[in-house]
């Protein structure tokens, strides 16, 4: 016993030297990326499709944990798959220029985004929307940072607030195949639904109403 505990110190002891080695710190930030990926989709995934799935879709409950378990492993795996990819390019592009320029980081994200992220599909869908927004945040920001557009002089958030919100009721009312379904979900249960109701059961209560046994 007192043997087997030994050789597990010395082998924590010996992974933690190589930890520690500089000439490992590139590949070795790739696996940690790989790993961190796939935690942070999983934590991020897990309670949106829990909700999502329980709030919006029928069927039984195994295949409401099948569909919650599915939509998380696709996203944590895509995740883990992207920052494997790109650390590992831009650890390629440092090693290759022998030091790290800007552009490595936007082509190694484009060939990771090609790569993983590129099947259409709704877990992908979701994550790009997501970035999109931010990204325009982002490179507005960073125009008027750089002096490439004026700073206004007021608040324009409330203007941004106002026409994010007019067109996306617009294309929910007249336009709703062209948004994602799980937004039409969303506001099909906040704009129509609460337009039906037969009794206080499905007023208050419920959204719809049970069926009568």
């Known amino acids: 016993m007192g043997d087997a505990a030994g050789m597990s110190r010395a082998l924590i002891r010996s992974v933690n030297e190589l930890l520690k080695r500089k000439q490992y710190r590139s590949a070795l930030a790739v696996i940690k990326g790989f790993r961190n990926g796939a935690v942070y989709g999983a ?26 378990f599915q939509a998380t492993f696709t996203h944590s795996r895509n995740l883990a798959y992207f920052v494997f990819t790109y650390k590992g390019l831009l ?45 325009l945040f982002g490179l507005s920001r960073l125009a008027v940072e750089k ?17 994010v919100w007019g067109f996306v009721l617009w294309l929910f009312e007249y336009h709703r195949h062209n948004l994602q379904p799980s ?29 009568t046994k």
Not at 53 to 67: D, H, R, V, W
Not at 93 to 114: D, M, N, Y
Not at 147 to 163: N, Q, R, T, W
Not at 183 to 199: F, K, P
Request: glycine share 6%; aromatic share 14%.
């Open 43 to 68: 934590k991020i995934r897990a309670p949106h499709a829990l909700v999502m799935t329980f709030l919006f879709k029928t069927g039984s409950l195994q295949e409401k944990l099948k569909a919650i």
């Open 91 to 135: 650890a390629a592009q440092e090693k290759l220029h022998g030091s790290r320029w800007q552009f490595h980081s936007f082509l190694a994200a484009c060939v990771g985004g090609w790569l993983v992220f590129g099947d259409n599909n709704h877990i992908n869908s979701q994550i790009n929307m997501y970035l999109l927004s931010r990204v």
């Open 147 to 163: 002096g490439y557009i004026p700073e206004p002089k007021h608040d324009v958030f409330p203007v941004f607030s106002a026409l």
């Open 183 to 211: 937004l039409q979900s969303s506001m099909t249960y906040l704009y129509d639904d609460s337009n039906i109701w037969h009794d206080i059961r499905d007023f208050l209560i419920y959204n719809k109403a049970k069926p």
